[in-house]
């Protein structure tokens, strides 16, 4: 027993050396005393305003809504402040950086944006906010969103239209009596990704502002505006509507080079060119909101519906005048006298001392426009029967007979002038005008 005594009061005594891992460590709280403040109250609460600066780091133009008239912007907000409350000693003047929980406990701006529709804090992984207190109270509060706000679009100029779009940061509670809202660097304070990019816009400028907003019954607030100018991609539009309404227009065309007498022929191809260009006028405007006044597609659109129905019109025009004729005609045959004793009628067209046409003439008589069965020999034999003094008092109106064939083979020599050259003036006025 003594021999173990012995050899246990023998034996050294090894002091353990402390675990700094359990060592107590103060508390972010305790330094920054949370719990001996109120931090309901807004700092310096009853003296001048806080004045709160902001800038904002735009991080993506997601979308752009005609049908809704909206934006949607994600964003990195970041806010500064001083706030005495929060001040910590400190030896090396480094900040202390802190998560959403911190911000819970302590007082920070209420912003909200205005006219906004959604909006949302990312949280993947976790929160994206950040809280970074220095040692004289400054205070950088930073978070990640995402907000789709309204945005007035005029699109009387649409597809060739420029749109100014605002993203409006306002504090909800305070007015600019407790709180002072600026950007902090001026149009410094806003930065962009050179990456953004939209599909159907070119992002022309980022520029930034600052009113006052009134409201009859809380009062006047600042306001912070993020203003961005869009101008639209035509190339699309060209592809997808100005260029097959063109060719459609073109199309309806080819019927003024086609026989009038081919109505299966002229018929279809007018009635599809119709149909073609209300198919394109619906297709776009499913796509826009229902305004209630003219876009300059809609301009574009209509004039070319309106060419290809009036090349449809014009067929009916010529159609109607061909069937005039035709009647004019037959009572023609009934009225002239029995061809039957002349020996020879293709002869007798030849000879100019009968038929008062030369050889040139009556090949020119083609450029009448009369049918080829049949139709040159009867325009012909009028004439002889009108040379007989005899029968030219009995067949009077015959003279009228020969101007209608001119006047209804006029109608497509004409419309082959007529239309292409309305429709190229028209499109030289409408894009010097949208240009």
Not at 417 to 425: D, N, R
Request: hydrophobic share 40%; net charge neutral.
């Amino acid at each position: 027993m003594e021999g173990g005594g012995g050899h246990k009061s023998g034996s050294p005594i090894y002091k353990r050396s402390p675990d700094l891992t359990k060592s107590p460590m103060t508390k972010s709280e305790q330094l920054l005393r949370i719990d001996d403040h109120d931090f309901t109250m807004r700092p310096a609460f009853g003296g001048p305003p806080i004045p709160v600066g902001v800038d904002v780091q735009v991080e993506s133009l997601d979308t752009i809504s005609e049908v809704d008239m909206d934006f949607t912007m994600t964003l990195y907000l970041r806010h500064y402040w001083k706030d005495e409350r929060l001040s910590f000693p400190s030896t090396n003047n480094q900040s202390m950086t802190f998560d959403s929980r911190l911000v819970k406990k302590i007082w920070v701006p209420d912003m909200f944006f205005v006219h906004s529709k959604r909006s949302f804090i990312h949280d993947t992984t976790t929160d994206n906010v950040m809280l970074r207190v220095y040692p004289d109270g400054n205070v950088l509060y930073s978070l990640r969103v995402t907000v789709t706000a309204m945005c007035n679009m005029d699109l009387s100029r649409f597809p060739l239209d420029t749109q100014t779009c605002s993203l409006e940061i306002e504090s909800y509670a305070y007015t600019d009596d407790d709180l002072m809202l600026y950007w902090k660097k001026g149009n410094e304070s806003l930065n962009t990704d050179d990456r953004i990019s939209l599909s159907q816009f070119l992002i022309q400028k980022f520029h930034t502002t600052t009113k006052l907003a009134f409201y009859s019954s809380t009062g006047w607030y600042n306001r912070l505006y993020i203003h961005f100018t869009l101008r639209r991609h035509i190339f699309f539009f060209l592809l997808q509507t100005y260029f097959p309404a063109t060719l459609m227009v073109m199309l309806s065309w080819v019927s003024f080079w086609i026989d009038r007498r081919a109505v299966p022929a002229r018929v279809p191809l007018g009635i599809t060119t119709v149909l073609t260009m209300s198919t394109i006028i619906t297709g776009v405007n499913a796509s826009m909101p229902r305004v209630s006044y003219i876009k300059a597609v809609d301009i574009y659109l209509w004039v070319s519906f309106v060419f290809v129905f009036l090349s449809v019109i014009e067929y009916a025009a010529v159609n109607y005048l061909s069937t005039v004729q035709e009647r004019k005609e037959r009572k023609l045959r009934e009225r002239l006298p029995c061809t039957c004793g002349i020996g020879n009628p293709d002869e007798m067209m030849i000879d100019p001392q009968i038929t008062g046409y030369g050889s040139m003439d009556v090949n020119t008589t083609g450029n009448y426009g009369m049918p080829e069965n049949g139709g040159r020999q009867e325009q012909i034999l009028a004439q002889v029967a009108l040379n007989d003094p005899q029968i030219a008092n009995r067949v009077k109106p015959s003279r009228g007979y020969v101007n209608i064939w001119i006047d209804t083979h006029a109608i497509d020599k004409y419309s082959r002038v007529v239309f292409p050259g309305a429709y190229i003036l028209f499109n030289i006025i409408y894009w010097s005008i949208y240009s």
